[in-house]
Structure formats: C-alpha cells, structure tokens
C-alpha cells in the first residue's frame, strides 16, 4: 500500500483546511518545495498535490510550484484542483506530474472524462470522489450533489477509470480516523482501485488500511497526522508494507466481493 503524503496549496502556501473549509486554514509552510523534499526524505515513495485555489476556480501561483516541485523530485506526484477541460488537464500534465485528479468534471461532465482517458490514457487520469454522508461533493466542497459515491464509482469504471482518490469529506483534516468501510465498499462496488483519504489519524489507521489492501484499498493520503505530528511518515510506510489478514484491532478484514 502506498502512503502519500498531503500538499494542499493556497496563494502559494503549503495548508490544511478542515472538512474543506477555507475559513478554517492552518499554513503550514510558506515553502511548498522545501516540504516536498522534506517527504521525499523521509521515504515517500510518492506525492500528492492540490491546487486548492483551482478547486474555487481561482488563479494563483500554485501551478508554477507544482512545476518546482515535479522539476525537485525524483518520485511521481498526482495533481488535481479544478481540472474542468482537456485544456486544463493538459496544461496540467505538462507540468511534471505523472497523472491527475478530476472532481467535479466526473458528475458534470462524464463524458470528458471518458475524452481524458482516450487522449492521455488511463494511467494518468484518476477521478476524486469526495463524499458527505455517501453523497459527492463537488465545486471545492461546496456543493453535494443528488449522486451517491458509489454510483459514480460504477460509471467511472463504465468509462475506463481504473483508480480512484476517495475522501469522506467529514473526516477530512480532523484526525478523527479513516473511513474504511466506505472506501473498501467503493472498490468492491465497482471493482476499482481505491486511495482512502480523509481523517487518517495515526498508525491504527495504516494498519487497518493496509490490511485492507486485498480489498482494492491501493493507498492512503495522509495530511494533518503528518504536519501535527500524530503519524511519522516513516512509520506509516513501514506499516502499509505490513499487508495483514486482520486488522489492529483483530478484526478480519472483509473477504472481496
């Protein structure tokens, strides 16, 4: 299982929100490169990058420091935030990341999804389905949508999309814990690959993800245990290698549909 470590930028800024709001902000670097590096060196086999300001459909600077840090790196990063057009999605790949992320575009707009996959192949396009209460959000969040997550994971898996970033919008930056069940419902449901992300609190989360794996569940995107401290990226890497029959807590983890 691959843990990716979180960089959401806004005005040029390394953050974390809470639950997707932005008036509930901690800044965490005014350096983004340097964090990036900073996990790298840890171990991190692999980044993940949000233009929050794209998700608003607001300009900023946040593209050319995605190009840094791909330029900086040596390990591939996954890129979204306001992807809406075959425009977009290219200009974005052309700035070193090795796929992207479509929100919003996969509820209104599935057929340019389909259009993404045709022209840049399915290995780099991968659909965020961000969910509150089962229900996608969309619009950075701001919208819940009459679509359940799982409705949108069977269409997308229709279209040719073979991952998905699945993030409980409720959990998201509160490390109150990983919503599992959720994510291992969605890669059965639609047989895709699945990457948790959302309220990862610490190492109880990893293990339970990890063993987990045999299920669809490909990774995990760890932000606020990281930045707090709660979860230290090398432990977290160390435990998603550890895929188990059981859970921590001596749970099995459920047989595959």
Known sequence: MIIFPAIDLRKGRCVRLVQGKFEDETVYSDNPVAIANQWI???????????????LGQDSLNAGIMAEIAASVNVPVQFGGGLRDLHAIELALSLGPARVILGTVAVRDPQLVSAAIRHFGSAAIVV?????????????WKTVSEVSAVDLARRMAELGVQRVVHTDISRDGTLAGVNVRSCIE?????DLRVIASGGVAGAEDIRKLAAASADGIE?????????TG???????????????????????APDKA
């Open 186 to 190: 969605l890669a059965r449901a639609a």
């Open 230 to 252: 709660a979860l230290a990226l090398p432990e977290a890497i160390r435990l998603a290698r550890c895929d188990t029959s059981q859970s921590a807590g001596g749970e099995a």
């Open 41 to 55: 060196a840890q171990g991190a086999s692999w980044l993940h990058i949000v233009n929050l300001d794209g998700a």
């Open 128 to 140: 965020g389905i961000d969910a509150k209460d089962g229900m996608v959000a969309t619009h950075g």
């Open 219 to 227: 990774g995990v995107i760890v932000g606020q245990a990281l930045y």
